[in-house]
């Protein structure tokens, strides 16, 4: 497991290291810090094998939502989560719009962050209490799709473990795919949805029943 920590504070990044390494009571969780959103990208583009990022809200060089939207764009398979001193109900949203798989706030527990970290690794998404679930509605779709979307046979198989919560590097295990291939078939599936983000794709394929039995390969 390999998790980006983006935080201008040294000590918030150390105290979330710490926590992290309740993913494995082995303490095998690697996790890489970076204090601007310029070093994050940077090490997002030279760590192909991230399996999530954890995105603080307000930061020196760039404000999250503008990050996130560079993450979408560049690494569109990888699961980022916003982390906010307070959940104001329109950065929520707008969060979760630009498709963020997650919004976790500051001040909850250590415990309430490694459930929701859990629930996105999963292939869930996580939102503070007090926000109701998402609608089947994704937010942000560019083109909203009115008959199921056609993929081919390995798109479909990508797909179907995307939803069950595997990572690029796990898909690329199950499938004895190389990791450019499994990034390709990701980014076509977002491209047929439609959406620009991994959790966004997924919302998208539940609507249309991929979680339950592939469209195009009942008919």
Known sequence: ?????VDDHALVRE??????????????TEVLQAATCTRALELAHFNRDLDLVLLDYLLPDMNGLAALEIFAQRHPELPVVILSGSANPSVVQQAMAL????FVTKSSLSNTLLD?????LAGGIYQPDGFGPLSD??????????????????QQDVLLLLLEGLTN?????????????????????????????????ALEAKRWGYDQ???ARSR
Do not use: W
Not at 137 to 154: A, C, D, I, M, W
Not at 176 to 201: C, D, M, P, Y
């Open 15 to 28: 105290g979330l290291c710490q926590v992290l390494q309740g993913f494995d009571p082995m303490g095998v």
């Open 213 to 215: 039995a592939s469209p």
């Open 99 to 102: 498709g963020a798989a997650g």
């Open 169 to 201: 590097r796990q898909i690329c295990e199950h499938l004895s795919l190389g990791a450019e291939t499994v990034k390709f078939h990701v980014s076509n599936i977002l491209r047929i949805f439609g959406v620009s983000t991994r959790t966004q794709a």
């Open 137 to 154: 509605t994704v937010e942000g779709v560019r083109t909203k799709l009115t008959t199921p979307p056609v993929l081919s046979p390995r």
């Open 1 to 5: 497991m390999k998790i980006l920590v």
């Open 116 to 120: 929701a970290l859990r629930q996105i």
